[in-house]
């Protein structure tokens, strides 16, 4: 489909598609294999300004639209969507920031996240607080001038690597939810450390991992927004950054229907191509079809975000789930059009089977989403 990009837009996507084809298509499987982080193609990223895309103008970005980060990270989740995370979840990273932040605080950071000097990471899970964000168990004590950190942040994708951290944190245990609190936490402040580094299923080529608080003082300037606003400013950065999730999800499943319609023409069985077989097109043909409208799910969400709309928190939410709920069929789908190759990992879509699982899961697990668009939906009917 046509989704009428502008020539800014258009260039964007190519940029994105070149790098992932011949920077990241290359190293793909070692990243997977080793699970180290890509610092080289972070590098790269930084060179040719995909970091940039994260960021308005006013700060020395080049957008700061939700689009152009969907354009972005599906060309990189296309070849690799645990690659494609170094720049995603620095996006996640940044956005309490642009959503909450402060002229000095905006001024501070948002350029060195624009230019690629510092990563972005954002953290809110802890170990009896996933799913139930508002569990949270960190505090963040007052104490004159600074504040003063405790307690431990589970699963943080970029944790370890990034410099700059949008840390979640009760200032006032007694009121729940509402005694939460936003903080800028910057790597090498005294009483930051980090834990294991977390060996995961999938998206390996990303560095998941604990981030241990213990007494860690940070300046009062560094509060985002005011207290007690922690909660609605992480809500309202899943609201903006689930789209993000959705538009990885479809480069996934994008990416395995390439390699598995490739596969279906090249691969020949009975004397001839195993594309020929009505079983094998109608597989190819839904898995396009799926692709499809998860990819328009995203893009008019992301432009409804763009436009300005005051609620998209039910959109942002089908996004997420739709399209995670697809990328899950449709790898499954492609590991069985290669059959037993596709179970090896010497062929790409074994990985993407394991990436695409995980889009199910952060920022909120699909079964979160159904009750959040069910919730928008009923309210509609009072």
């Known amino acids: 489909m046509d989704y009428f990009l502008t020539e800014d837009q258009q260039e964007i996507k190519e940029i994105a598609r070149q790098v992932a084809e011949e920077r990241i298509k290359p190293v793909r499987a070692k990243y997977d294999e080793t699970n180290e982080f890509p610092w080289e193609i972070v590098e790269v990223f930084k060179q040719t300004d995909l970091f940039a895309v994260l960021v308005p103008e006013e700060y ?82 007052k104490d004159g ?10 699963w943080i994708t970029n944790g370890g690597e990034a410099d700059i951290y949008s840390v979640f944190a009760l200032t006032d245990k007694t009121k729940g939810a509402r005694g939460a609190s936003c903080f800028i936490v910057e790597k090498g402040t005294e009483g930051f450390s980090f834990g294991k580094k977390e060996d995961k299923m ?130 499954t789908d492609a590991v069985q059009i290669l059959g037993g190759y596709g179970y090896m990992k010497e062929y790409p879509v074994e990985k993407m089977m394991r990436d695409a699982k995980i889009t199910q899961i952060y920022e909120g697990t699909n079964q979160i989403q159904r009750n959040i668009i069910a919730s928008n939906l009923l309210k509609e009917f009072r």
Do not use: W
């Open 60 to 141: 020395d970005g080049i957008s700061g639209k939700v689009v152009d980060l969907a354009i972005v990270t599906e060309e990189l989740s296309r070849v690799c969507g645990g690659i494609s995370l170094a720049l995603g979840a620095t996006g996640l990273g940044s956005y309490p920031i642009l959503i909450s932040g402060n002229e000095e605080q905006k001024q501070k950071y948002l350029p060195l996240i624009a230019n690629g000097e510092k990563l972005a990471a954002f953290a809110l899970t802890e170990a009896n607080a996933g799913s139930d964000a508002g569990g949270i168990e960190t505090t963040a004590t």
């Open 145 to 154: 001038d600074y504040y003063v950190l405790n307690g431990t942040k589970q």
């Open 202 to 331: 999938g998206i390996r080529g990303s560095a998941t991992r604990e981030l241990i608080f213990d007494n860690c003082r940070i300046p009062k300037e560094n509060l985002i927004g005011r207290e007690g606003m922690g909660f609605m400013i992480a809500m309202k950065t899943f609201d903006k950054s689930r789209p993000m999730v959705g538009s990885q999800a479809v480069g996934i499943a994008q990416g395995a229907y390439e390699e598995a319609a490739r596969y279906s023409k090249e691969r020949h069985q009975f004397g001839k191509s195993v594309s020929s077989f009505q079983g094998v097109q109608f597989m190819l043909a839904d898995m396009a079809t799926q692709i499809e409208a998860a990819r328009a799910l995203v893009m008019q969400t992301a432009r409804m975000i763009d436009a300005g709309s005051k609620k998209y928190s039910k959109e942002s939410a089908m996004c997420k789930v739709f399209a995670s709920d697809m990328a899950m069929k449709v790898t």
